[in-house]
Every structure is written in structure tokens, then in C-alpha cells.
């Protein structure tokens, strides 16, 4: 029986800002999927997103890969893509690749939202 691996669900906020919740491991399998998400986001006319990890169990470099992708979409800004509330092995992910320096990454999404109306 075929199932989805991830499934990736948008809130807008705004006509410009959205959230975009992942739910499942964000790796080889499911990165393109995550790409284009952030993509369409864009062509929307979205500019910031904030990405709720709190649901995904496991991160590997092609996952990695497409959060860098949706940070480059979005305009290069860490202002533009904030990370919320990823579980443990993302957190020691992000610090053991330093991109816990390239992403700005926050313990839930209100805290991010609330980030975000204060830039």
C-alpha cells in the first residue's frame, strides 16, 4: 500500500507571510516536494515564511538542502524563512552544520511570528 512520506500543509498569515507545516522526515525522498512548496509560496507573492518543523522526526542533508533552497527562493534573508520548534536530532543538525547561524531558529512559531512583526 502506497502512502505519502510528508505531508506539507500552508497558512497564510497574510497576503505575504505564510506558515508551512511539515509533517514526516524531510530527506532525499521528500526534499523536491518541500522546494517547490516554497516556490509556489513565492509566485503567490509570499515573501516570508515561517517553516514548523515540531512534526518532523529526522533531517539529512538533501532535507537540509531544500530549507537552503527555500531560503535562496524567499531572497537569500534570514529574516525571510524562520525555522520553529525543530525536535532534537534537527536542532544537532543545524549546530553540528553551524547553519544555526544561517537560519534564524525559534522554540515555537509564536515566538517566530512574533519575531517576524518585530523586523
Same mark, same amino acid.
Given at each position: 500500500?502506497? &502512502?505519502?512520506?510528508?505531508e506539507i500543509t500552508c497558512k497564510s *498569515?497574510?497576503?505575504?507571510?505564510?506558515?508551512?507545516?511539515?509533517?514526516? =522526515?524531510?530527506?532525499?525522498?521528500?526534499?523536491?516536494?518541500?522546494? @517547490?512548496? #516554497?516556490?509556489?509560496?513565492?509566485? @503567490?507573492?509570499?515573501?516570508? $515564511?515561517?517553516?514548523?518543523?515540531?512534526? $518532523?522526526? #529526522? *533531517?539529512?542533508?538533501?532535507?537540509?538542502?531544500?530549507? $537552503?533552497?527555500?531560503?535562496?527562493?524567499?531572497?537569500?534573508? =534570514?529574516?525571510?524563512?524562520?525555522?520553529?520548534?525543530? @525536535?532534537? +536530532?534537527? &536542532?544537532? %543538525? #543545524?549546530? %553540528?552544520?553551524? #547553519?544555526? &547561524?544561517?537560519?534564524?531558529?525559534?522554540?515555537? $512559531?509564536?515566538? =517566530?511570528?512574533?519575531? %517576524?512583526? +518585530?523586523?
Amino acid at each position: 500500500m502506497w &502512502r505519502k512520506l510528508m505531508e506539507i500543509t500552508c497558512k497564510s *498569515i497574510s497576503p505575504t507571510v505564510n506558515t508551512v507545516s511539515f509533517n514526516g =522526515a524531510l530527506n532525499a525522498r521528500s526534499a523536491e516536494e518541500a522546494k @517547490q512548496t #516554497f516556490r509556489n509560496l513565492v509566485e @503567490q507573492g509570499v515573501t516570508k $515564511v515561517i517553516v514548523d518543523l515540531h512534526e $518532523v522526526p #529526522f *533531517i539529512d542533508s538533501s532535507g537540509l538542502a531544500a530549507l $537552503v533552497s527555500g531560503l535562496k527562493t524567499l531572497g537569500g534573508e =534570514a529574516a525571510n524563512l524562520k525555522l520553529a520548534a525543530p @525536535q532534537s +536530532q534537527a &536542532r544537532l %543538525l #543545524f549546530e %553540528l552544520t553551524m #547553519f544555526d &547561524r544561517v537560519f534564524e531558529i525559534h522554540d515555537t $512559531v509564536e515566538d =517566530a511570528l512574533k519575531s %517576524l512583526n +518585530q523586523s
